[in-house]
């Protein structure tokens, strides 16, 4: 009885499936498969930069209307809101009455030529999707006003620029035509 027994097991042994025999390159191959598939799944990390750059800002107001300076226009530049271009703004006033602060709160009035150079410092920053540190100009705006005309805020530029750029440009250059509030003189006044 015990004879057949063992002679059950070698055949029952023997009719299932065996193990393959892994070589040591198969068994790297498997490992090196397995740390990849960790490492697509777990999340990256995540790191920031942050500084401040110091760039002149120069900025021309021109009459819309003739193409002409307009001399003592006031210049500030603020910090504000970010300026989006997507439409997918949530709530845009709520975005707006988050605190302006005013870098520059008296402004600077133009020259003959229509132009006023400012000094303004951007917040700067890098993370793991922008590594190339980063000038923040999409939160700065330019306000001008001026006697006779509509007062206009733009954004100094939509979206951030990499900090080597301003260094080697030296410079942003913001240009702003102003529309007449007289709508007799205005271009899109009636004229009357």
Do not use: C
Request: net charge negative; proline share 6%.
């Amino acid at each position: 009885m015990r004879v057949v027994s063992i002679v059950r097991w070698k055949t029952l042994m023997n009719s299932m499936p065996k193990f393959p025999q892994f070589k040591l390159v198969h068994w790297l191959l498997i490992i090196a498969i397995v740390v990849v598939l960790v490492a697509l799944l777990i999340p990256q990390a995540k790191w920031a930069l942050s500084g401040e750059i110091t760039i002149p800002v120069t900025v021309t107001v021109f009459d819309a209307g003739t193409n002409k300076p307009i001399q003592g226009a006031r210049v500030a530049i603020i910090r504000g809101p970010w300026a989006a271009i997507s439409s997918e703004l949530d709530d845009p006033m709520g975005r707006i009455a988050g605190g302006v602060e005013y870098l520059d709160e008296d402004g600077v009035a133009t020259d003959t030529q229509g132009l006023d150079v400012i000094a303004a410092t951007f917040s700067t920053g890098a993370n793991h999707e922008h590594p190339v540190t980063r000038a923040h100009t999409n939160f700065y705006w330019v306000l001008v006003t001026a006697d006779g005309y509509g007062g206009v805020a733009v954004p100094v530029r939509y979206q951030s620029i990499e900090s080597h750029v301003l260094r080697e440009r030296g410079d942003l250059a913001v240009s702003i035509g102003l529309i007449r509030s007289d709508p007799v003189n205005s271009p899109t006044g009636s004229g009357q």
